[in-house]
């Protein structure tokens, strides 16, 4: 299964964005998408994920209450809402599938090509 994220793009703080990852399979209900960020000069780190059967999302403290992370199963697509967007945001966004909860970018394979999130100040 490989995933693909789009939707990133050039946005101001405070703007919000809507990111797509597009599943080449169908998940398993027990699957678990995750959504994953990269600043340049720093290490990937855990964004937010969602349990595909239940729906349990999962988020970073830096994101929470800011970002809602959904899915549409008829589709295999995840999104990642990102409102009241942050300078620090900026990154690019990668998402990836999991067979159980993990924040480690280990534990997670599909990994596709990366969307672009640039936050202008």
């Known amino acids: 299964v490989q995933l693909q994220a789009s939707g990133g793009g050039l946005v101001q703080a405070g703007d919000s964005l809507r990111l797509s990852c597009a599943a080449s399979?169908?998940?398993?209900?027990?699957?678990?998408m995750g959504w994953f960020r990269q600043a340049p000069g720093k290490e990937r780190e855990f964004v937010a994920s969602?349990?595909?059967?239940?729906?349990?999302?999962y988020y970073a403290d830096s994101v929470k209450g800011r970002f809602t992370i959904s899915k549409d199963g008829a589709k295999n697509t995840g999104y990642l809402q990102m409102d009241s967007l942050k300078p620090d945001d900026t990154a690019g966004y990668y998402c990836?599938?999991?067979?159980?909860?993990?924040?480690?970018?280990?534990?997670?394979?599909?990994w596709g090509q990366g969307t672009l999130v640039t936050v202008s100040s």
């Open positions: 990836a599938f999991a067979t159980s909860y993990s924040t480690r970018d280990v534990d997670y394979r599909g």
């Open positions: 399979e169908r998940l398993f209900s027990s699957s678990i």
């Open positions: 969602i349990r595909w059967g239940t729906g349990r999302t």
